[in-house]
């Protein structure tokens, strides 16, 4: 990537003891360790940017886009839910609250 990068947030994947993260950055996640080594070579791929990214106790990514909400799997990437919008907000947090 060249230019500017910007980040989500860094998660600390779960049953890794600490040694693993999703880094999400523009429109993707990857998956390192701590040493910056890739440790799975699945990209997880947003449909839209989103503005915000949060993760879940339900080891969930949630990331908030113009348009959508996405829930994709920490684990694989893969999308498990979308809910549409027509308000597009930019929010300074985005996080889960009372397991909602």
């Not at 880094?23 to 699945?42: A, R, W």
């Not at 947003?46 to 949630?62: D, F, K, T």
């Not at 994709?72 to 609250?97: D, P, W």
């Amino acid at each position: 990537i060249q230019g500017t990068i910007r980040p989500h947030a860094i998660i600390i994947l779960p049953n890794t003891s600490g040694m693993e993260l999703l880094l999400t950055y523009e429109d993707e996640g990857i998956y390192i360790d701590i040493y910056g080594h890739f440790t799975k070579e699945t990209v997880l791929q947003w449909g839209e940017m989103p503005a915000s990214v949060a993760y879940l106790r339900s080891n969930q990514v949630m990331g908030w886009g113009e348009k959508a909400i996405e829930l994709r799997s920490v684990e694989t990437g893969n999308l498990e839910g979308v809910f549409m919008h027509k308000k597009a907000q930019k929010l300074k947090f985005l996080c889960e609250r009372n397991d909602k």
